[in-house]
């Protein structure tokens, strides 16, 4: 049985999971209208994922006998400066997961909550990651932005990414 704080914790993090996926769904959407649909393929993928995540945690909740109690989701911003503008905050939002992820984290290991703490290792494997990859996203975009060959090259490379649902999700 998880604790009511513990299960607090991983409502709010549902919650924080289906903002992230509303959030890059918007990115998405300031990219498509742009005409990088490349670009607004990854955000849209990134969006599905952070819907399996929030999928993961409510499944694990339901598991150990918590309370769900999802909460509200506000709305994601939709005007951005650039594209450069995007990925920084994609990436200060991946940061601000983490942050998080090792809160709950932490308050399973002050509570003795070995399960929590061991469901939540994929998360933080996962993030290291996601961390990863968008600060390398940001680098690319900087190079890129000001060079149309560059950007439509990016664009196509970003197209290639496919959502793979997690087996264990």
């Known amino acids: 049985m998880v604790s009511e704080k513990i299960a607090q914790l991983i409502n709010e993090q549902i919650a924080h999971e289906q903002y992230a996926a509303q959030y890059y769904l918007s990115m998405s959407a300031w990219f498509s209208a742009k005409d990088l649909d490349g670009i607004a393929n990854y955000f849209r993928v990134?969006?599905?994922?952070?819907?399996m995540h929030a999928d993961k945690m409510f499944d694990y909740l339901n598991d150990v006998g918590g309370e769900i109690i999802l909460g509200e989701i506000p709305k994601p911003p939709h005007e951005f400066e650039s594209a450069t503008d995007i990925f920084k905050k994609a990436l200060e939002h991946e940061k601000k997961v983490t942050r998080s992820i090792f809160n709950i984290?932490?308050?399973a290991n002050d509570e003795g909550d070995f399960?929590?703490?061991?469901?939540?290792?994929?998360f933080i494997n996962e993030q290291v990651e996601?961390?990863?990859?968008?600060s390398q996203y940001v680098t690319k975009i900087k190079m890129v932005c000001d060079n149309p060959s560059a950007l439509y090259l990016f664009d196509q490379?970003?197209?290639k990414r496919v959502f793979v649902a997690d087996p264990t999700a």
């Open 105 to 107: 984290v932490k308050n």
């Open 157 to 159: 490379e970003l197209a």
């Open 130 to 134: 996601e961390e990863a990859s968008a």
């Open 115 to 122: 399960a929590t703490t061991s469901f939540l290792q994929w």
């Open 46 to 51: 990134q969006s599905k994922e952070e819907l």
